[in-house]
């Protein structure tokens, strides 16, 4: 499973998907250019008073969107690539805001209402009535890898990252315990929240994603204030190491410009999901226009990667510790990063910060798996999917990851090539 995931993750997915996103660029005149502050305007509009179900729709796909990637993935990505790897990042977001607008206007173009009134959309329906009948089975395949990617990059994954936050928050309790009453906990929440359909689950992302943002951003804040004579070293190190990695960390680490580029593009796409298809099946059940809702689309990958996955890497390499490069790593990194700043309180507040990003990734996941089962098996497939949903909640938070990680990373990969050929079909139609 790992290689076949390294297979599909390979260079071609990384060029076709930057491909589709200077396509998308080149069909919207750079949307992403023209309308960002029109996107960042939206949502102070939406924030006071303004269309409730198209903040919630945006709040509810950055909560699936803004999880352990920003932290954990960013450090991974500076580890293995260096400090360049955060500028082909950047790369990825830039082309990243055109094709997630493009994709949150197709899924509102071809969307359709279910017998509650409730919007379904997403690459399933888009595929299908854009693309024609003919394409029925592509979209059934969509379908079919977002719900089992559901259990594993949605589920499993992140309620063994809370899991593991508690466990090392509380050291003195036995570790099997502490992960089991917290997928316990875990599972009661989800089967609460998701209970109540998306408007319930739109209602809650939009007070979490809020609190769990703020408390982020202020804790990188405080790291990169109080090591701020580092900034001019560190954007020189991120932009030189773009192109001549070898003369910022040395030729003997064996980090060249393939790895910055690799690692930087993979993991900022993996962060953002922009091409992936998911994001656009919660976009779909707002009451706004295509193109309105668009410009959220727009906001939701400047915010996940242009600004939180910008602070978690400055915030590294601001700080000074040490970076083994070459070699795999994750929260830590940014654990001792906060460190130098709260000191034995950083555990907790990286333990709080991932339990937060992976509690709402975790709801919000289980809304794309309910719509695609819906659309595969009807009412009655959704209510054993649910089910199990939150019995995994409770396996995940005590198993092994790696394989989920082969697994989630595989079908992740799965859903993204349906949805490609997809956009590049329904082009014209943007």
Request: proline share 3%; hydrophobic share 55%.
């Amino acid at each position: 499973m790992e290689k076949l995931a390294e297979l599909v993750w390979g260079t071609p997915m990384m060029i076709l998907l930057l491909a589709v996103g200077l396509l998308m660029t080149w069909v919207t005149r750079a949307v992403q250019l023209r309308k960002l502050g029109a996107s960042i305007r939206q949502v102070g509009r939406s924030l006071r008073g303004g269309s409730r179900s198209s903040f919630q729709a945006v709040c509810t796909a950055l909560a699936a969107t803004v999880g352990t990637g920003n932290i954990a993935g960013v450090a991974g990505a500076i580890a293995l690539g260096g400090p360049g790897a955060v500028f082909w990042m950047w790369v990825s977001a830039f082309f990243g805001m055109a094709t997630k607008y493009a994709e949150v206007v197709l899924a509102m173009r071809y969307r359709i209402r279910d017998a509650n009134g409730e919007y379904l959309g997403g690459p399933m329906y888009y595929i299908r009535r854009g693309m024609g009948e003919r394409w029925r089975p592509l979209a059934a395949a969509f379908a079919l890898c977002t719900v089992l990617a559901s259990f594993g990059m949605g589920n499993i994954v992140q309620v063994h990252t809370i899991a593991a936050a508690v466990v090392t928050a509380l050291p003195q309790v036995q570790s099997f315990a502490a992960a089991l009453v917290t997928g316990l906990a875990a599972a009661l929440i989800v089967a609460l929240v998701t209970l109540g359909g998306a408007r319930r689950i739109g209602a809650v992302m939009e007070r979490l994603v809020p609190v769990m943002a703020g408390i982020y951003v202020l804790g990188a804040l405080a790291v990169i204030g109080l090591h701020w004579r580092n900034l001019g070293q560190v954007f020189s190190a991120i932009f030189r190491g773009a192109f001549f990695p070898r003369a910022v960390l040395g030729g003997g680490v064996g980090i060249g410009i393939r790895q910055a580029v690799r690692w930087g593009v993979s993991r900022g796409i993996f962060s953002n999901e922009a091409g992936l298809g998911s994001a656009p099946i919660a976009h779909a059940s707002a009451e706004a226009a295509p193109e309105e809702q668009g410009l959220f689309g727009i906001f939701e990958v400047f915010v996940d990667t242009v600004v939180l996955c910008t602070l978690t890497a400055v915030a590294i390499l601001s700080s000074g510790v040490p970076i083994a490069y070459g070699v795999p790593a994750g929260a830590e990194l940014a654990t001792a990063a906060l460190s130098t700043v709260f000191g034995s309180w950083a555990a907790a507040l990286s333990a709080l910060s991932l339990g937060l990003l992976a509690l709402a990734t975790l709801i919000s996941w289980q809304l794309y798996g309910v719509r695609c089962a819906g659309y595969l098996w009807g009412d009655s497939g959704v209510q054993i999917y649910r089910l199990c949903y939150v019995a995994v909640v409770v396996l995940g938070a005590t198993m092994d990851l790696r394989a989920a990680w082969a697994v989630s990373d595989l079908l992740n990969g799965l859903m993204c090539l349906p949805n490609l050929v997809a956009l590049l079909a329904l082009r014209r139609r943007i």
